[in-house]
């Protein structure tokens, strides 16, 4: 039920153990851009990007949503904690990377009548709040920060607070969608949603390469379908030389999307050519209700 709360209605789900790190300072930005495969100038102030962060491999130690609060002070989410990674790149910067998983409380309302039902709580002006784009409300003495941001590829916003207010808001979201199909979201829902989406996960679709025990099995941007997050334009970052060559000779793998014969879905599976070759790994799969289809993402040998 709650799979179709976030389809056809709205999902809350609780997003406060998503890893946060505030990355504040006069050279916040360059310590970002090298750091990052993309052009974080091209993240301006009250919005957010999508990026992901390399080693000098060239492999995808994670990605997360970038959040640009203000000029010089950054958010970062992410699924893995990355305090160690971020501060050993600070040095030779004037910058201060802190962890604020445990200060800041988050929940993600998605689905179709997410709108409404933030407008029926009292934030007036939320309808004009762009795709990837954040703004401050007032709520109960305390400020709420809401993004129009998401891992269900509907509708939908992140909500976040300080934790003492977190159960107020979580009473007045509830409230006001009680009329418009609200319900709570689990992780099996909301990995149901990201699947339908193509949105990938770290651990699932690709092994972080920080925790990897053998380099063959990470994975580069380009071979997550992520090429468009790479900026060679913008100047030295993490992983740039590799790239550039992958770029050049070609990538190992291909991720792609499947449409699976017949409703079973095929979690855990191989792919072979017509010719009974191996060809790759199905990294995510499920029958989708709303496709009535039973569609994967799979990790396949290039080409």
């Known amino acids: 039920m709650d799979y179709f709360a976030g389809r056809n209605a709205t999902g809350v789900f609780d997003i406060t153990p998503m890893v946060k790190h505030r990355i504040t300072g006069p050279d916040a930005l360059p310590y970002l851009n090298r750091?990052?495969?993309?052009?974080v100038s091209k993240i301006k102030p009250g919005r957010v990007g999508y990026s992901v962060w390399c080693n000098d491999q060239g492999r995808v130690i994670d990605d997360g949503t970038i959040?640009?609060?203000?000029?010089g002070d950054y958010r970062i989410c992410s699924q893995e904690h990355q305090l160690d990674w971020f501060l050993t790149n600070a040095m030779g910067f004037d910058v201060n990377v802190v962890d604020e998983t445990h200060d800041v409380a988050g929940l993600a309302v998605q689905g179709p009548t997410s709108?409404?039902?933030l407008k029926e709580m009292g934030l007036d002006?939320?309808?004009n709040l762009t795709p990837f784009g954040l703004?401050?409300?007032?709520?109960?003495?305390?400020q709420l920060l809401v993004s129009r941001t998401g891992f269900t590829g509907d509708l939908g916003y992140e909500l976040f607070v300080e934790p003492d207010h977190a159960e107020v808001l979580w009473d007045r979201l509830f409230e006001a969608g009680k009329l418009r199909g609200i319900m709570a979201m689990g992780s099996e829902a909301l990995d149901?949603?990201?699947?339908?989406?193509?949105?990938?996960l770290a651990g699932v679709d690709f092994l972080p390469a920080a925790e990897a025990v053998r380099p063959t099995h990470t994975r580069s941007p380009f071979e997550l379908g992520l090429g468009w997050l790479v900026s060679f334009?913008?100047?030295?970052?993490?992983?740039?030389k590799a790239l550039l060559e992958e770029k050049k000779?070609?990538?190992r793998f291909n991720l792609v999307k499947l449409n699976i014969d017949g409703n079973k879905p095929a979690r855990d599976s191989f792919v072979y050519t017509d010719k009974s070759k191996y060809a790759g790994t199905v990294t995510s799969a499920m029958w989708s209700p709303s496709a009535k289809a039973s569609i994967a993402l799979a990790s396949l040998e290039a080409p």
């Open 35 to 39: 750091l990052m495969t993309r052009d």
């Open 67 to 71: 959040f640009h609060l203000s000029e």
């Open 115 to 117: 709108c409404a039902v």
């Open 125 to 127: 002006g939320i309808e």
């Open 135 to 142: 703004t401050y409300f007032d709520f109960e003495g305390t």
């Open 192 to 200: 149901l949603l990201r699947i339908e989406a193509g949105f990938i």
């Open 233 to 240: 334009d913008k100047g030295v970052f993490n992983g740039r």
């Open 249 to 251: 000779n070609g990538s």
